[in-house]
């Protein structure tokens, strides 16, 4: 044994005497390996039928792809029926029932994959006719049986059950509703509604306006010959009628102009789906193609992108981020995107933002472009040991009408773009601030996080089809408006405890935009107010309610309440309106159970005597009240007045909200004193 | 909408043991080197790509129980680079030479790929060489693979609908042997380990000794013999003991195993049925496969015809053998269609499972899957990659490389009675886990 290691040893070292390795460096390449094309042949039948033969002879099998280049079609509120006609292709002939068509498949090992835009078909070789008479029965003699159509709406429900807890679906789906809307094809998406109004004649209309010959083509690849073909060709699909195809004409979508996130709630999710999208105008073959191709390359294309490099290896926020920027006849797309861990969502969405700022306005670096260059070069050569792949060029050489020689002059063209090229491209390609953020994640733990990247700060909800999601939860049997109100006043001390306060007085600071101001307030009871602003050294303003007149005056104009507002102002000097909705005349409806700041708040509807909206949040937790907003309308604008309660601290018995976020500013109370006998003179008005 | 995303989700990341194949003869030369690494060498110049490959012998089935998902983690910080190739970089080689790179990982190897122009094999002998001898194993990697591998548990697992599908049977189908956890294994113990024990799991199982150098594709074997030689021959025989569990620890399961799970993230339920099957050496593999195309490889294959397509009571139903080293499972699932009941789907899964083992299946049927199999064993060997991994994993794990050439004869062997008996022999009750898997919030399970 120690002999024979030891000779083996020795045998190497003759051989690899002159290998002293360095270790130190990447090895240099070889000459570079002529990358050849494989070659195809083509025929078009009578009927207009275009067949393209790869043959390759390696393996003793061969595959038809059938392809209908129609165009797309908008759906609507039937959005389902082009893949449900797909589904159907296949599921009986007028001479075949399904079953029959899966047995004789089946037989002969064939794979068989009908679809929307055509088929797919491969068996052995020594099949090859069996199978062209079933691949040309399917499409030639559909006989959409109503028992198979009632299956496949079945199936297709089934389905879009799964869709609901599917974030990739779910994030596919906002991003058409978001990107392309409802009047375009590629904004269709099927939901329960949209699938019950599907018939079966509008799957057969579908197929009598789009499948026809003169728009199709047929792939054949592998061990035949053009010879061979030609006539399999005529006899199986020459009698395909020719038709009139449906002409459609597209208003493409364009990019928002600013950013806006659009988000399904997932609650309990650990992981956030994150999508940044808009529509771009790029076409297979078009001028910006390769330039586009080495741009996403560099920015995302894989591994070595800069979006994998920073999310995942850098900072470990996700398992992979990506970007694509997708090539179309129609409308393509922008899409960067990554799954992330739930607590770095927005460390993750300001990645993404830096990255595509750092590309658009520093541009790409010389050898990234090269090594972009290499691995599009070399992903071509890769792309080439699947004999499809030739088939595949040679179709998109006609429907794209391409240049005969395109893709002989590939690599030529792709090593010719330069960086200035690709910097134009990253300008016109990748915008900073014209994308919709998709968010498929947890709204409680991240909303307030993620609001920032919104413009408005308004982030719209949809549910997982991408139709606006219902805001609020139902609320438990047994809960009303008048048992959330009854558990708000037990919550700050009881009716008892608030009886027994006549007034109070409290003072604080608001910490405003301009500077810090003074802040007052006055309550006795029932319903007189007075509340002050003070900015030292400015002056103040005043808003006093007396019980049945008011007044606002100081440093923001002076002016007396009108009617509407005397019957509100007694509303809201009461101390707590909830009540006695009677003696403030106002109305009280329990929407549902929102979430605030990803607390679940019961939300409430009030209607002031003079009409006014106002609603407000009270916790399911403590029944405290966290927030108010109330609509406001002045010189016939609206506007929102958001006010938010923390921080609730007893005063005589009662709890109050010591911190209150106003639309002036934070407003933090030191002290209330309770019952000093306040004057009524307090309340006078000037 | 994509009409296999259930599949994708079903099986996650799964690696099902592909059917290996015939089609033309694949010519190879195989030999070891001095430090115990087996090279295998075929030659094709049909285009200009050389596939390079190692494949190591070490799987989640070699993992300390208290260290679960070491294995596939080193998949992840076998990236990290070397003291010659720069943090991060291992990749940047890889696309700059214009080729392609991935690794996987399963109970039982870990298995690393790259597809590369031919003129830069030597590029990839140095990559891998540098990976297999001295790895960056630092605190740094460590605690970023660390993230990335959590992201990508919840992104396959967690967060997938059906996706601890593979976890919640191997759980209840294994006692003893390793196969009991999954290859992604516990955030926990990787959280807790200490960088020298990962400094020691490479030094035990990323050695040559422990490994298969597999290249395909375009090249010239007298020249690749010293172009292997030179970056690998000077790789230190690994000196440690390497811990493999024994095929034969695990006794029968003995009794029907019957729980339920739930998954919070999924809408309609499965029932599944994992009965335990022997090892994919067993003479007995093939006919497990070809039972499982019975169930259902084509669209008119029982469980298809019968479940999804006539009664409409399943979504998807589909069985499959999933054969490891040691061990397997066979391995029978239905997605329930809407407002069926779970208990109706399993009776007529149950229905299935007896006509296998309770009469032949026809000659059509018999004549069906033998086209199957001789169709698959001649595509089996498409392109220079699939061959590289087949001839791989044929001696890694059947110690006979030719098995590419003779695996094909092995399933014409088959007879229909031995179908039948296979049914007979493994799917009972007391070899079985039945897995109710539901709509709803995760409980505590495993």
Same mark, same amino acid.
């Given at each position: 044994?120690?002999?024979? $290691?030891?000779?083996?040893?020795?045998?190497?070292?003759?051989?690899?005497?002159?290998?002293?390795?360095?270790?130190?460096?990447?090895?240099?390449?070889?000459?570079?390996?002529?990358?050849?094309?494989?070659?195809?042949?083509?025929?078009?039948?009578?009927?207009?039928? %275009?067949?393209?033969?790869?043959?390759?002879?390696?393996?003793? %099998?061969?595959?038809?792809?059938?392809?209908?280049?129609?165009?797309?079609?908008?759906?609507?509120?039937?959005?389902?029926?082009?893949?449900?006609?797909?589904?159907?292709?296949?599921?009986?002939?007028?001479?075949?029932?399904? $079953?029959?068509?899966?047995?004789?498949?089946?037989?002969?090992? /064939?794979?068989?994959?009908?679809? /929307?835009?055509?088929?797919?078909?491969?068996?052995?070789?020594?099949?090859?006719?069996?199978?062209?008479?079933?691949?040309?029965?399917?499409?030639?003699?559909?006989?959409?049986?109503?028992?198979? @159509?009632?299956?496949?709406?079945?199936?297709?429900?089934?389905?879009?059950?799964?869709?609901?807890?599917?974030?990739?679906?779910?994030?596919?789906?906002?991003?058409?509703?978001?990107?392309?809307?409802?009047?375009?094809?590629?904004?269709?998406?099927?939901?329960?509604?949209?699938?019950? =109004?599907?018939?079966?004649?509008?799957? *057969?209309?579908?197929?009598?306006?789009?499948?026809?010959? =003169?728009?199709?083509?047929?792939?054949?690849?592998?061990?035949?010959?053009?010879? &061979?073909?030609?006539?399999?060709?005529?006899?199986? @699909?020459?009698?395909?009628?020719?038709?009139?195809?449906?002409?459609?004409?597209?208003? =493409?979508?364009?990019?928002?102009?600013?950013?806006?996130?659009?988000?399904?709630?997932?609650?309990?999710?650990?992981?956030?789906?994150l999508r940044f999208v808009y529509p771009v105008q790029n076409t297979v073959g078009g001028e910006d193609y390769l330039k586009v191709r080495l741009l996403n390359t560099i920015l995302g294309g894989g591994a070595t992108g800069r979006l994998f490099m920073t999310l995942r290896e850098k900072h470990g926020y996700t398992y992979g981020a990506y970007s694509s920027i997708s090539a179309d006849e129609n409308v393509g797309q922008f899409t960067a995107s990554a799954d992330v861990r739930t607590e770095v969502t927005d460390s993750a969405i300001y990645q993404f933002i830096s990255?595509?700022?750092?590309?658009?306005?520093?541009?790409?670096?010389?050898?990234?472009?090269?090594? /972009? *260059?290499?691995?599009?070069?070399?992903?071509?050569?890769?792309?080439?040991?699947?004999?499809q792949t030739v088939a595949r060029f040679a179709i998109n050489i006609d429907m794209y009408k391409l240049p005969k020689d395109y893709y002989e002059n590939y690599l030529t063209n792709l090593n010719a773009v330069t960086i200035e090229d690709v910097n134009a491209a990253a300008v016109k390609y990748v915008l900073p601030f014209n994308y919709h953020i998709i968010v498929v994640g947890d709204r409680a733990?991240?909303?307030?996080? $993620?609001? %920032?990247?919104?413009?408005?700060?308004?982030?719209?909800?949809?549910?997982?089809?991408?139709?606006?999601?219902?805001?609020?939860?139902?609320?438990?049997?047994?809960?009303?408006?008048?048992?959330?109100?009854?558990?708000?006043?037990? /919550?700050?001390?009881?009716?008892?405890?608030?009886?027994?306060?006549?007034?109070?007085?409290?003072?604080?600071?608001?910490?405003?935009?301009?500077?810090?101001?003074?802040? %007052?307030? $006055?309550? *006795?009871?029932?319903?007189?107010?007075?509340?002050?602003?003070?900015?030292?050294s400015m002056g103040s303003q005043e808003i006093i309610f007396n019980g049945t007149a008011g007044k606002s005056a100081g440093l923001g104009g002076d002016y007396a309440y009108d009617e509407k507002m005397v019957k509100d102002a007694n509303a809201d000097a009461m101390f707590a309106y909830e009540l006695d909705l009677t003696t403030?005349?106002?109305?009280?409806?329990?929407?549902?159970?929102?979430?605030? &700041?990803?607390k679940d708040a019961y939300k409430i509807e009030f209607i002031y005597p003079s009409g006014k909206k106002s609603y407000s949040w009270y916790s399911t937790k403590n029944n405290l009240k966290i927030r108010t907003l109330t609509i406001e309308e002045t010189n016939g604008e609206q506007s929102e007045q958001i006010f938010v309660y923390s921080d609730y601290k007893d005063a005589g018995g009662v709890l109050y909200p010591y911190y209150v976020k106003t639309p002036n500013g934070d407003l933090v109370i030191e002290k209330i004193d309770v019952n000093t006998n306040v004057s009524d003179d307090a309340f006078k008005i000037k | 909408m994509n009409k296999n995303f259930l599949a994708l989700g079903f099986l996650g990341s799964v690696s099902i043991?592909?059917?290996?194949? !015939?089609?033309? !003869?694949?010519?190879?030369?195989?030999?070891?080197?001095?430090?115990?690494?087996?090279?295998?060498?075929?030659?094709?110049?049909?285009?200009?790509?050389?596939?390079?490959?190692?494949?190591?012998?070490?799987g989640s089935k070699n993992e300390n129980p208290e260290r679960t998902g070491f294995a596939h983690f080193f998949e992840h910080l076998m990236f990290e680079g070397s003291p010659n190739i720069k943090r991060g970089e291992f990749f940047k080689y890889i696309s700059n030479a214009g080729g392609d790179n991935n690794a996987y990982t399963t109970q039982d190897q870990t298995f690393y790929h790259e597809l590369l122009p031919s003129n830069q094999l030597e590029l990839g002998l140095w990559l891998e060489s540098e990976r297999m001898l001295h790895a960056l194993v630092e605190d740094i990697g460590v605690n970023t693979q660390r993230e990335v591998v959590k992201e990508e548990k919840r992104l396959r697992v967690d967060n997938q609908p059906y996706g601890r599908?593979?976890?919640?049977?191997?759980?209840?189908?294994?006692?003893?042997?390793?196969?009991?956890?999954?290859?992604?294994?516990?955030?926990?113990?990787?959280?807790?380990?200490?960088?020298?024990?990962?400094?020691?799991?490479?030094?035990?199982?990323?050695?040559?000794?422990?490994?298969?150098?597999?290249?395909?594709?375009?090249?010239?074997?007298?020249?690749?013999?010293?172009?292997?030689?030179?970056?690998?021959?000077?790789?230190?025989?690994?000196?440690?003991?390497?811990?493999?569990?024994?095929?034969?620890?695990?006794?029968?399961?003995?009794?029907?195993?019957?729980?339920?799970?739930?998954?919070?993230?999924? !809408?309609?339920?499965?029932?599944?049925?994992?009965?335990?099957?022997?090892?994919?050496?067993?003479?007995?593999?093939?006919?497990? !496969?070809?039972?499982?195309?019975?169930?259902?490889?084509g669209a008119s294959s029982r469980m298809n015809k019968e479940l999804v397509d006539k009664q409409q009571k399943a979504l998807q139903a589909f069985s499959f053998s999933y054969a490891l080293e040691d061990a397997g499972l066979f391995i029978s699932a239905a997605i329930?269609?809407?407002?069926?009941?779970?208990?109706?789907?399993?009776?007529?899964?149950?229905?299935?499972?007896?006509?296998?083992?309770?009469?032949?299946?026809?000659?059509?049927?018999?004549?069906k899957i033998r086209t199957q199999m001789e169709t698959q064993s001649v595509s089996a060997n498409e392109g220079v990659m699939g061959v590289a991994t087949n001839l791989s994993n044929a001696y890694v794990f059947n110690k006979n490389t030719n098995l590419v050439n003779t695996e094909l004869d092995n399933y014409l062997k088959v007879t229909r009675d031995d179908i039948k008996r296979v049914a007979s022999q493994y799917l009972v009750k007391e070899n079985r886990v039945v897995l109710f898997y539901m709509a709803g919030k995760k409980t505590s399970g495993q």
């Open positions: 044994m120690k002999k024979f $290691i030891c000779s083996t040893v020795l045998a190497f070292l003759v051989i690899t005497n002159y290998a002293q390795v360095d270790r130190s460096k990447a090895p240099e390449a070889g000459p570079a390996p002529k990358i050849t094309l494989g070659k195809y042949e083509s025929f078009t039948l009578k009927n207009g039928l %275009k067949v393209i033969v790869v043959e390759n002879h390696k393996l003793p %099998k061969v595959s038809y792809s059938l392809v209908v280049d129609a165009d797309p079609t908008l759906e609507g509120n039937k959005a389902g029926y082009v893949s449900m006609f797909g589904e159907m292709l296949g599921r009986g002939t007028k001479t075949r029932t399904k $079953i029959q068509i899966d047995e004789e498949a089946d037989l002969i090992g /064939a794979t068989l994959n009908p679809n /929307a835009g055509g088929i797919y078909a491969g068996c052995l070789k020594k099949y090859n006719e069996k199978l062209l008479e079933l691949m040309s029965d399917i499409i030639l003699n559909p006989s959409f049986p109503q028992e198979e @159509f009632d299956k496949v709406v079945k199936r297709t429900r089934d389905g879009l059950e799964t869709v609901k807890t599917d974030v990739g679906a779910i994030a596919a789906n906002l991003t058409a509703t978001t990107v392309y809307g409802k009047n375009h094809p590629y904004g269709d998406v099927e939901t329960d509604s949209t699938v019950s =109004n599907i018939t079966l004649q509008d799957l *057969k209309d579908y197929y009598a306006k789009n499948f026809m010959p =003169n728009v199709s083509y047929i792939a054949i690849v592998g061990d035949i010959t053009k010879a &061979e073909a030609q006539p399999l060709m005529e006899k199986y @699909f020459g009698g395909w009628v020719k038709g009139t195809p449906a002409k459609v004409k597209l208003t =493409n979508p364009t990019p928002p102009a600013n950013p806006e996130i659009i988000m399904n709630d997932r609650a309990g999710s650990k992981q956030t789906t990255e595509f700022n750092k590309i658009s306005t520093g541009g790409v670096t010389v050898p990234e472009l090269q090594s /972009a *260059k290499n691995e599009l070069t070399g992903s071509f050569a890769i792309g080439l040991e699947d004999p733990a991240i909303e307030k996080k $993620i609001l %920032k990247y919104d413009t408005d700060k308004k982030i719209t909800f949809l549910d997982p089809f991408g139709y606006p999601a219902p805001e609020l939860k139902a609320v438990p049997e047994g809960v009303t408006a008048q048992t959330v109100m009854d558990n708000y006043i037990a /919550a700050v001390g009881g009716k008892d405890a608030i009886s027994k306060i006549k007034d109070a007085t409290a003072t604080g600071k608001v910490s405003a935009m301009f500077g810090q101001m003074e802040y %007052k307030q $006055i309550n *006795k009871y029932p319903n007189k107010q007075y509340i002050s602003f003070t900015i030292p403030a005349g106002m109305q009280a409806t329990l929407l549902g159970i929102d979430l605030v &700041e990803g | 043991a592909g059917v290996l194949a !015939q089609g033309p !003869q694949i010519k190879f030369e195989e030999y070891d080197l001095p430090n115990g690494l087996h090279v295998i060498l075929h030659e094709d110049h049909t285009v200009p790509l050389v596939a390079v490959t190692v494949n190591y012998h070490v599908f593979i976890t919640e049977i191997f759980v209840r189908a294994f006692k003893v042997h390793p196969y009991r956890w999954a290859p992604i294994g516990s955030m926990d113990h990787l959280n807790a380990a200490a960088l020298s024990e990962f400094i020691d799991f490479y030094k035990t199982f990323y050695v040559p000794n422990n490994a298969v150098l597999c290249l395909t594709g375009d090249i010239d074997i007298a020249k690749t013999k010293l172009l292997v030689e030179k970056y690998f021959k000077d790789i230190p025989k690994g000196t440690k003991e390497i811990p493999r569990p024994k095929a034969d620890s695990e006794p029968p399961l003995g009794k029907e195993v019957r729980d339920t799970v739930y998954d919070e993230f999924i !809408q309609l339920p499965a029932v599944i049925f994992a009965y335990r099957i022997p090892s994919l050496t067993s003479p007995d593999y093939y006919a497990l !496969q070809m039972m499982s195309s019975v169930l259902s490889g329930v269609g809407a407002g069926v009941d779970v208990n109706e789907m399993e009776k007529l899964m149950q229905i299935e499972v007896d006509r296998m083992k309770n009469e032949l299946i026809s000659e059509t049927e018999f004549n």
